[in-house]
């Protein structure tokens, strides 16, 4: 969804950059074709939305909706489920 709408928002890296705060590094990364899928922090992921103009909103919902289609809950979001109830310095 991020490249996607990049793609059509005809900004570039920087000017997303500027936009939205987040290091010129980390959205190469999300933005690269070649990368592999990667977990985006709702943070992040709305802050690229808000610089794009979208809706951070209509990708919640199409997260959730691609969650239900799978059968629930990927191992992903269990994953990070597991390391937020972890207690600091564990």
């Given amino acids: 969804m991020i490249r996607e709408s ?5 900004m570039t890296q920087d000017q997303l950059t500027r936009a ?7 959205l190469a ?7 592999q899928p990667r977990v985006v922090h709702v943070g992040q992921m709305v802050k690229i939305a808000v610089a794009m ?6 990708w919640v919902h199409k997260l959730e909706r691609f969650e239900r289609s799978i059968g629930g809950t990927s191992s992903m979001v269990t994953v990070q489920k597991r390391a937020a109830r972890r207690a600091p310095g564990e």
Avoid at 20 to 26: K, L
């Fill in 20 to 26: 939205c705060g987040i290091p010129r590094s980390t």
């Fill in 6 to 10: 990049f793609a059509q928002s005809g």
């Fill in 29 to 35: 990364n999300l933005l690269s074709p070649t990368a």
């Fill in 53 to 58: 103009g979208v809706d951070a909103r209509e």
